[in-house]
């Protein structure tokens, strides 16, 4: 089963066992968090009810991407500034996607009861 989910502004389409990077999130390496807006779900070419479904994951890390360069220049002013950037990303472990639950078998029971008693 797969999944779209959104965090930090971006998509990211996920499964069970995969590895992504994302934008900092709170926790620590070891933490278990549930990635909770859940845009879009399916199996096998068929699309889930994304509202029932849940995403959780497991903090690897906290890390820095890779290093952005900014380099402004003005040709003939004598003008030039060079700036480095490094994002901050949590590395997440993707545990499990799903989690619908079924309340048919609680309610299985119930209907046995009054089947059993409407015999009688």
Do not use: C, W
């Not at 040709?75 to 030039?80: A, D, V």
Request: proline letters at 1%.
């Amino acid at each position: 089963m797969f999944a779209v989910v959104r965090t930090g502004g971006k998509q990211y389409r996920v499964a069970a066992g995969d590895k992504i990077a994302v934008e900092k999130l709170a926790g620590d390496a070891g933490d278990k968090i549930t990635l909770g807006d859940v845009l879009l779900a399916g199996d096998d070419g068929k699309v889930a009810d994304a509202s029932k479904v849940t995403v959780s994951a497991e903090i690897i890390a906290q890390a820095k991407s890779e290093k952005v360069v900014v380099f402004k220049k003005r040709r003939r002013h004598n003008y030039r500034r060079k700036q480095g950037h490094r994002q901050q990303m949590t590395l997440l472990r993707i545990l499990s996607v799903g989690g619908e639950e079924k309340k048919t078998k609680k309610a299985a029971p119930k209907a046995d009861k009054a089947e059993d008693g409407a015999a009688e």
